[in-house]
């Protein structure tokens, strides 16, 4: 996009997003005053590492819901949902979201993802009408905030349904624009897909509109607020459904897929011996992953990902941990200090102390200028 030149302040991240060959914002001024936007007004951000797959032909449905954890057949045009990949092991090979159109259907995942998905996926198309294909020339924007509905419909965007419902608008840029309402426990999350060409006209469309841009450090904080893992850092091939999320990307009731098997024997036996939680931190922010023990030195997992919060600062992570500890309430401890896992309650009161405390704390001079 447009950004270098933009805002010729921002702090450039070394590492490239997510395989999209593309250097990512840290960010634009201070990252503490863009969760603040995004927790209390609205922010827009850059989703380069988000790419497309169009499958079509006879039997998209049949073939794709024998494919992933979540339900096609079920799905109405016009909606989402999140599904996991698995392999004939159960073990989850990536993970997307579908959105179902009268005549096709598009899976948005990450660009690192998409060539080995594409191949499993191929591997699987024997005698079916099925077309799959990466999507080109696409680029996505997002934005998330308790605003963020108000100024869309502000900067003239339609608005989907609600949650996991999307609009497609032809007549918005030079391809038709897709508008998609995301999976937001904390805030409301909105991505627009358009044409790269289209995508610098967008942005500034949305800047006037009243929405202080985010970087990958704000983002970084509001994903662990919300409890969301993200494949390749929390999560891979190692690890069962159930041991990440046993709910959002499963559906049971759906007919045979791939997996399924182990899925269910999981289900039935009502079991598994590690789970992905949210933790808090005492300590230091740890290099990841962080092993992390109980008593004598006995490694009971690892945390995968970690930020700081502002205001204390508080430490906040994901970490894969065996049951076995949290069941008999030990001590857990990495290189840095100790840390304690999560549950609903005490995660809601987090996110309730952190969004009383942006609210407050915003101030309207905190806009960073675009140039």
Same mark, same amino acid.
């Given at each position: ?29 201070? !990252? ?39 339900? +096609? ?142 970087? !990958? ?88 990902? !970690? ?33 304690? !896992? ?11 102390? +952190? ?17």
């Amino acid at each position: 996009m447009h950004l270098a030149e933009k805002y010729p302040g921002a702090e450039w991240s070394s590492d490239q997003a997510q395989g999209s060959g593309r250097a990512i914002v840290r960010r634009f001024g201070d !990252a503490a005053q863009e969760l603040h936007a995004l927790l209390s007004t609205a922010a827009v951000f850059d989703l380069a590492h988000r790419s497309l797959l169009s499958i079509r032909g006879g039997d998209q449905q049949r073939w794709l819901n024998g494919m992933i954890t979540n339900t +096609i057949k079920d799905l109405p045009a016009g909606h989402s949902n999140y599904s996991y990949v698995l392999n004939a092991q159960g073990r989850i090979l990536g993970d997307l979201t579908a959105c179902r159109f009268p005549d096709h259907i598009l899976l948005v995942t990450d660009e690192t993802q998409v060539a080995g998905l594409a191949e499993h996926f191929d591997h699987f198309i024997i005698m079916d009408d099925v077309e799959l294909e990466k999507v080109q020339g696409r680029a996505a924007i997002g934005l998330a905030g308790p605003e963020a509905a108000l100024l869309l419909e502000r900067a003239g965007l339609p608005l989907p349904e609600g949650p996991l419902t999307f609009v497609d608008a032809p007549d918005l840029g030079s391809q038709p624009v897709l508008i998609l309402q995301e999976y937001g426990p904390v805030v409301p999350r909105f991505t627009l897909w358009m044409a790269e060409a289209d995508a610098p006209a967008f942005w500034d469309r949305l800047a006037v509109a009243g929405m202080m841009p985010a970087g !990958a450090d704000a983002l970084e904080m509001l994903r662990l607020l919300e409890g969301v893992p993200q494949y390749g850092v929390d999560f891979s091939e190692k690890y069962l459904p159930q041991e990440v999320d046993g709910s959002r990307p499963l559906h049971f009731n759906k007919g045979c897929y791939l997996g399924q098997e182990i899925v269910e024997r999981i289900r039935s036996r009502a079991t598994v011996h590690r789970q992905l939680r949210v933790v808090e931190l005492t300590g230091t922010l740890p290099a990841l992953p962080a092993p992390v023990e109980v008593g004598e030195a006995q490694a009971i997992g690892e945390i995968t990902s !970690a930020a700081a919060l502002p205001g204390g600062p508080r430490l906040l992570g994901l970490a894969m941990l065996r049951n076995e500890a949290m069941e008999r309430q030990q001590t857990l401890t990495y290189e840095g200090g100790t840390l304690r !896992a999560l549950d609903a309650a005490a995660l809601t009161a987090l996110r309730t102390e +952190i969004l009383s405390s942006a609210a407050q704390q915003l101030s309207p001079a905190a806009q960073h200028p675009a140039k």
